[in-house]
């Protein structure tokens, strides 16, 4: 596969070299001469569904002795009880460390370690994960670990405690970080405190976690069809799904009942919010909630959020607040759709406290302007262009495009969006553009948050709206033991864009 793709490039350059050396190019202005886009047509991997429902998708690539499986497991904290926040990221967390029944955790760290092969386990907020990577030679012992991890876990409670002590020490330490206190605050005013896309796991919520909720998670929601399976690498395929049938046959399907999640209530409410840090640069969000990922509109609204402050150097807004004003070094903007409902849509910068109103200005400034003024041919033509020319390395290894196949059935979208966002987004037109910023972004509905010193504001923030300061929940530090070494939170944010690969 690498080879194909180095050799589309090569041909790239060939046409380019014939092109220039032709005699009616010679003489032309490079700036307008036209060249055909490269047709690339990935590779597709071979879809079976056994008799219990697990659906898999297989792959040959036999560049190296190297083989690898992945499952998405219908799962997620999306599911966990309110009293019971960090069930399912302690869940992903111990079914590896914790051993099986037939080895400790040790063991299953001493074998992978002898096969130079590496297991991984974890639950986010959607979707449930587990990966093999083995040597052609040694899959065999890989997969039968794999399986034994997958199905019989053990969830030793010693290994419990150590994940939760683990967990615990990275909750007192999330204040430290003001770039994650904006993430997660915002996603709390967007949401709602309440709501599974936005709860906050506690000390308290972590410590009530038992080994009995661990095994109760796993049992409920890790069955045979709710799973997908993608496996590429160095194997035939005749030989696999005969393996895979006669491993995995004999686990019967489970009906399984999922909790409700509440839907993600439409509304546009301005707030003006302030987390008071005393820090020498202000961080800011300012958004509000955006789009599923299976909206038609997706693929123009992807191109407006490159123009409008997505693509780095070349977006207005790091145009105009970063090199014109040297108002601030990170700025930018992010779409991030919901798999399964609304995701957000926000603008971030950090920015020197004294110019804090004045950058907020500017980014609201940008967005209305990006409704009222239609974007140039230029700005379209360069965030189609980097779209377009970065599509291939979407595609860069088989390993990748199975992964992409597997994510894309798990979400419920059909199997060539891959292919229909390339051709969608080459049809995507200036009147485009205006129309999705004037439906999908709204100037009078923004949440506004500024983590900083407002002392220190060249205005206050009160002339946007009236001000609510969020006062932070600090940890118990004498609730549990602190424990050594480094921290981890166990809990993914779960969020999977389907996006291609951009620069």
């Known amino acids: 596969m690498k080879l194909k793709i180095i050799f589309a490039f090569v041909l790239m350059a060939i046409n380019f070299v014939w092109i220039l050396s032709s005699p009616a190019q010679k003489n032309a202005d490079p700036r307008t001469m036209i060249f055909s886009p490269v047709q690339f047509e990935p590779l597709k991997a071979e879809r079976i569904v056994l008799d219990n429902g697990m659906v898999l998708y297989l792959l040959e690539d036999h560049e190296l002795p190297l083989i690898k499986m992945e499952v998405m497991i219908k799962s997620g904290s999306m599911y966990e009880p309110p009293d019971k926040i960090g069930l399912a990221g302690l869940t992903g967390n111990v079914m590896r460390t914790g051993g099986t029944r037939r080895m400790n955790g040790d063991q299953v760290d001493e074998t992978l370690e002898f096969l130079a092969s590496n297991i991984n386990s974890s639950i986010g907020l959607d979707a449930g994960f587990l990966s093999l990577d083995a040597l052609a030679k040694d899959f065999d012992q890989g997969f039968e670990l794999f399986l034994e991890i997958l199905r019989y876990p053990a969830f030793d409670e010693k290994k419990l405690d150590l994940a939760k002590k683990q967990a615990i020490e990275g909750i007192r330490r999330r204040n430290d970080s003001p770039s994650s206190i904006a ?28 080994r009995e909720d661990l095994v109760d998670f796993h049992k409920k929601y890790y069955h045979p069809n709710s799973i997908i399976l993608g496996i590429t690498g160095d194997f035939r395929k005749k030989e696999m799904i005969h393996k895979i049938k006669k491993t995995f046959g004999s686990w019967k399907k489970q009906t399984v009942e999922f909790p409700q999640v509440p839907s993600v209530e439409l509304r546009y409410q301005p707030s003006v919010n302030y987390i008071d840090r005393d820090l020498t640069q202000t961080h800011l969000r300012i958004g509000h909630l955006g789009i599923r990922q299976d909206n038609p509109d997706f693929f123009a609204l992807s191109i407006l959020d490159d123009i409008l402050g997505g693509k780095g150097f070349t977006s207005r807004l790091f145009q105009e607040i970063r090199t014109k004003r040297g108002l601030a070094y990170s700025v930018g903007t992010a779409l991030n759709p919901g798999n399964f409902d609304l995701g957000v849509f926000f603008a971030y910068a950090q920015t020197k ?11 609201l400034e940008e967005i209305k302007r990006i409704q009222t003024e239609p974007v140039s041919d230029e700005e379209l033509k360069q965030a189609k262009d980097s779209f377009l020319n970065s599509y291939v390395f979407s595609f860069s290894s088989p390993a990748q495009i199975v992964s992409r196949q597997v994510s894309l059935e798990y979400y419920g979208l059909p199997s060539d969006f891959l292919e229909r966002f390339r051709d ?36 206050p923030l009160s002339t946007f ?11 118990d530090i004498g609730a549990v033991p602190l424990m050594e070494g480094p921290a981890r939170i166990f809990r993914a944010s779960g969020q999977n864009s389907l996006s291609p690969t951009r620069p």
């Open 183 to 210: 993430s997660r605050e915002f996603l709390k005013l967007v949401y709602g405190p309440t709501h599974p896309y936005a709860r906050e796991v506690t000390i308290k919520t972590v410590s009530s976690v038992s």
């Open 353 to 363: 406290s004294d110019s804090t109103h004045q950058t907020i200005s500017e980014i």
């Open 424 to 459: 969608s987004v080459a049809k995507v037109t200036r009147e485009d553009i205006q129309r999705v910023a004037k439906k999908y972004l709204h100037p009078d509905g923004l949440v506004l948050l500024a983590i900083g010193k407002q002392e220190r504001f060249d205005q």
């Open 465 to 475: 709206g009236k001000v609510t300061t969020i006062v932070l929940e600090e940890a």
